[in-house]
T-cell receptor, first 112, second 114 residues
């Protein structure tokens, strides 16, 4: 079982609200990732980080932003949530070689 | 465009039966292929990983095969159990990225009935 945690697990909010999805890992991994997954669809990489103070945009354009101030923490923020942001958000981390990514349980977001 | 295609999209089998899931990919250059299991409401968990030179790898009742020439992989589940009900995702990594960029299939949704 991977030591990577996400909170909240479920979130229902109204349009226009600012939200932050938390992700933390206790494995000391440098690389961390955020994916977006809709039901029955593949995971899409939206953000990643090589380490502290490193953040990059992924393959799928996203209006969210991320920060990496500490190795173990990689939060994702939506400044103004919209219904189109409704999805599952998965956080992952990997060792320097990046051969296997360890996933958190995910946050299911519903924007009304 | 790099793609990973999985079939079938969904599968229902009876407990104790065997099944095989398929994955075809066009990712190039190829680095490795992983099979992940994703339980409902959970994140994916790695089952197997195979590099170019490996053509079979087992993890308990799960056996993955890889044919790098035809760019095909399969995941065989033996003596299925109710707990095998999940989505099985094929993930291919390319060799051209220091990030180890991953390309995900949409998964096969397996349901095991008692």
């Amino acid at each position: 079982e991977a030591d990577i945690y996400q909170t909240p697990r479920y979130l229902v909010i109204g349009t226009g609200k600012k939200i932050t999805l938390e992700c933390s890992q206790t494995m000391g991994h440098d690389k961390m990732y955020w994916y977006q997954q809709d039901p029955g669809m593949e995971l899409h990489l939206i953000h990643y980080s090589y380490g502290v103070n490193s953040t990059e945009k992924g393959d799928l354009s996203s209006e969210s932003t991320v920060s990496r101030i500490r190795t173990e923490h990689f939060p994702l923020t939506l400044e103004s949530a919209r219904p189109s942001h409704t999805s599952q958000y998965l956080c992952a981390s990997s060792e320097p070689a990046g051969e296997t990514q360890y996933f958190g349980p995910g946050t299911r977001l519903l924007v009304l | 465009k790099n793609q990973v295609e999985q079939s079938p999209q969904s599968l229902i089998i009876l407990e104790g039966k065997n099944c095989t899931l398929q994955c075809n990919y066009t990712v190039s250059p190829f680095s490795n292929l992983r099979w992940y299991k994703q339980d409902t409401g959970r994140g994916p968990v790695s089952l197997t990983i195979m590099t170019f030179s490996e053509n079979t790898k087992s993890n308990g009742r799960y056996t993955a095969t890889l044919d790098a020439d035809t760019k095909q992989s399969s995941l065989h589940i033996t003596a299925s159990q109710l707990s095998d009900s999940a989505s099985y995702i094929c993930v291919v990594s390319d060799r051209g990225s220091t990030l180890g960029r991953l390309y995900f299939g949409r998964g096969t949704q397996l349901t095991v009935w008692p």
